[in-house]
């Protein structure tokens, strides 16, 4: 039995609920400040809890704080197919990055309740712990180590600004699970993400099946020079790291434009010390983001940055060290998952196109262990990371809905 096309999910409801979600850890111009392990993340995991108990499932968390809120199949011997996202967000964050892929699994499973459906397999929907990497790099870092790319005890030691552990506070907000990361079988996983980039609101299309994620690669430079008087040392004797963090950045921007159209790169964090107005920097630090869908293009950006900044560091007197803090390469997603997502699209009377995602999600580790596809809709100008991220409800409910049937049809429907 497939799911007919006119059952559809409630977008209102939906809306209520990304709206409810985006009251907490409010940013300061209408977006998010909700960063992985603050109390605004618990506050917005114990909601997502409160939702999925109320809407019968069961959730467990597992060793990084991953929440698997768990809908029984008529077989429950079988692997879950999973869906879900992240609802930690960025500093100055938008309301729908990652949101909408978690709120979008939990509003399917309320669609199966009100319909009275039985899935053959079970469903799980799933909150990925900090998948945006910016208090705690390298970002996507609970489903890698799901997927066996880092150990749960490397991820427990990696420290913010402030020096605070990772794995303290998990447990201080209360979210350091018991059951062992990656031991959770899966059948499949889906994730509904908005586009964070122009395309598919510039071509007019309601749906983004993703059948590709870029590569990414970040790396932190740091550069030791020497601190010293702005008015009183003489030109040819300042070792300036804050010339050398600019004319890096500068650098970074360049090596991006030599590989169009898909290349791209840029400096985001960049810190000088002491960062006094008439001290000369003796310390800079600075972390590059490179992108790319091919990996032996992202890896000549990276070995040109290793190249130009170090000739820059020695024209400077400075000292240079670079550290890789996240890395994952291209991927291509799961051909019979992209093949459902396009089919509900089709049945569902969406306009849709292949499209391959700039940004990186949990879905792009996942992909490595199990068979996994993207669902992306519009959103405003392209715009994410930024507190202005808009999306209209109608492409909010268009993507819910095409992964609400992609997802339901792996699942399998059960008569009766
Ligand atoms: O960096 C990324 O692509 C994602 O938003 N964490
Ligand atoms: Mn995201
Ligand atoms: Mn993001």
Known sequence: ??????????????????????????????????????????????????WCEAAGMTVVVD??????????????????????????????GGKYDGVLGVLGGLELVRTLNDLGIRTRHPIEVVNWTNEEGSRYAPSM?????????????????????????????????????????????????????????????AEGIDIGVVTHGQ???????????????TGSTPMPRRLNAGLGAARITERVHDIAWRYPP????????????????????????LAVDFRHPDLSILEAMVAALHLEATKIARELGLEIAFEPVGAFDPVTFDADCAGAIRAAA????????????????DACWITQIAPTAMVMCPCVDGLSHNEAEAITKEWAAAGANVLFHAVVETAGVVEG
Not at 3 to 12: F, H, Q, S, V
């Open 215 to 229: 590569g990414l690669r970040w790396t932190q430079i740091t550069l030791t020079g020497r601190e010293s008087h």
């Open 63 to 92: 060793e990084m704080g991953t929440m698997f809120a768990r809908r029984a199949g008529v077989d429950s011997s079988l692997p879950p197919v999973m869906v879900g996202s992240h609802l930690d967000t960025q500093p100055t």
């Open 1 to 50: 039995m497939t799911l007919t096309a006119n059952l559809r999910l409630d977008p209102d409801r939906l809306w209520d609920s990304l709206a409810e979600m985006a009251r907490i850890g409010p940013g300061v111009a209408g977006g998010n400040n909700r960063q992985t392990l603050t109390d605004a993340d618990k506050a917005g995991r114990d909601l997502f809890r409160r």
């Open 346 to 361: 089709e049945k569902l009377g969406y306009t849709h196109r292949d499209i391959v995602s700039g940004a990186g999600h």
């Open 262 to 285: 898909h290349g791209v790169g840029a400096v985001g964090l960049s810190n000088v010390y002491p960062n006094s107005i008439n001290i000369i920097p003796g310390k800079a630090v």
């Open 141 to 201: 870092l609970a489903s890698a180590v799901f997927a066996g790319r880092y150990s749960r005890d490397w991820a427990y030691d990696r420290t913010d600004a402030a020096g605070k552990r990772f794995g303290d506070e998990l447990e201080r907000i209360g979210y350091k699970g018991t059951e062992p990361v990656g031991q959770r079988p899966l059948k499949a996983f889906f994730e509904l993400h908005i586009e964070q980039g122009p395309i598919l609101e």
